[in-house]
Every structure is written in C-alpha cells, then in structure tokens.
T-cell receptor, first 113, second 113 residues
C-alpha cells in the first residue's frame, strides 16, 4: 500500500537558518504530493502541493519539488522565522477514484529567536 | 467562508459514557473525512463519505465507533461506550471532491477519564 516517510523531529533551528524536512513516498500509481502544516492548537492546513513529476510547489517561502526518480518531496525554506514553528506533514493522494490522503507521521519544527 | 466547523472543541467525559462529535463541512464540498490524532499513532483516517455515503470505514477502530452523515451539511462521530484509550484529537475535513485539497476543522480534543 501507499506510505509516506518523514524525518523524525523535532528539528530545532535558529531564526534565519535554512530548513530541509525530508519526505519520501511509496505509491502504486502517480500520486499528487502535499505538505500540510499544523500550528499549535489548530487543524492542518495545506502549505503547498505538486501534482506531477518535476512540479515545484511553493508558498510563504517554502518550496518542494516532486522527484519521481527518487520518490521524494523534500520541504525547504531559505530563512525560517519563529512563526514557522509548527508540525509539518507530508502526504500523498492517488489520483484515481475515491482517493484519500496518506499522511506521514509529521515533523515538529522549533525555531528560536 | 466559515471553514469546517467542529463542536465541541473540548470534551471531557468518564469511561463508559457516550460521546458525540459534530462536524459541519464547507458548503459545496461533497467529501467528508474523520481523522484521529494521537502522539503514539499520528494521524489516522477513520472514515470518509462522498455525497453523504460512507465509502470506506476500514479505519474505524471497533464497533464502539459509528459515524453518520444525514445530509450534506452535517456529520457525527459517536463513541459508545467511550474508553480512556479513545482520548485523542478528532479532526473533520472536507473536500470539493475526493482527490483534491482537504480543508480541516480545528478539531475536538477528547479526554476520557
């Protein structure tokens, strides 16, 4: 079955540091890939997505590129802020029929001033 | 747009009691999802509906859990009887169709004593 593997956290960075959160996936078809973010006490919200190989999703300074050859969708940001502290979830959706999201376990990011 | 609405936001109950969680999806969305989030197991899909019909309930832990969607604007997740191991945050999400972005509610934090 489908699965998503994320690096374990917490990831602890200082403000303005470079961020990478690794995500790899296993899927039978050609899925769409997503990054969701969960701020403390809130539900998940979509951060960015990519629907086909080599697509780059971007939002709020975050980027991720759909790499079919390495089955990866790593999240990056050039300069993190304290307000980026949250839990980040990588997810995939098979683009067929009643497709649901398969989530990774989440990676907590803590950014200190 | 009000977003996905969940109630109550917090619920504390005693073991053996019935618990009902409520969700109002975003108007016009035809897919609805119930998730459970715990530290140990992460985010788990319990059940999802499309056009008010349950499509996959394989994630429902056991017969104590049941979910209904009597109309396009309302769904309930019921636990009867509740147990301490049911303590978690329960999220409802809706989607305009089943393989697009899911919009999450703020969650219900359930504590079973």
């Amino acid at each position: 079955g489908d699965s998503v593997t994320q690096m374990e956290g917490p990831v602890t960075l200082s403000e303005e540091a470079f961020l990478t959160i690794n995500c790899t996936y296993t899927a039978t078809g050609y899925p769409s890939l997503f990054w969701y973010v969960q701020y403390p006490g809130e539900g998940l919200q979509l951060l960015l997505k990519a629907t086909k190989a080599d697509d780059k999703g971007s939002n709020k300074g975050f980027e991720a590129t759909y790499r079919k050859e390495t089955t990866s969708f790593h999240l990056e940001k050039g300069s993190v802020q304290v307000s980026d502290s949250a839990v980040y979830f990588c997810a995939l959706s098979e683009n067929s029929g009643y497709s649901t999201l398969t989530f990774g376990k989440g990676t907590m990011l803590l950014v200190s001033p | 747009d009000a977003g996905v609405i969940q109630s109550p936001r917090h619920e504390v109950t005693e073991m053996g009691q019935e618990v009902t969680l409520r969700c109002k999806p975003i108007s016009g969305h035809n897919s609805l999802f119930w998730y459970r989030q715990t530290m140990m197991r992460g985010l788990e899909l319990l059940i999802y509906f499309n056009n008010n019909v349950p499509i996959d309930d394989s994630g429902m832990p056991e017969d104590r859990f049941s979910a209904k969607m009597p109309n396009a604007s309302f769904s309930t997740l019921k636990i009867q009887p509740s147990e301490p191991r049911d303590s978690a945050v329960y999220f409802c999400a809706s989607s305009p169709n089943s393989d697009n972005e899911q919009f999450f509610g703020p969650g219900t934090r359930l504590t079973v004593l």
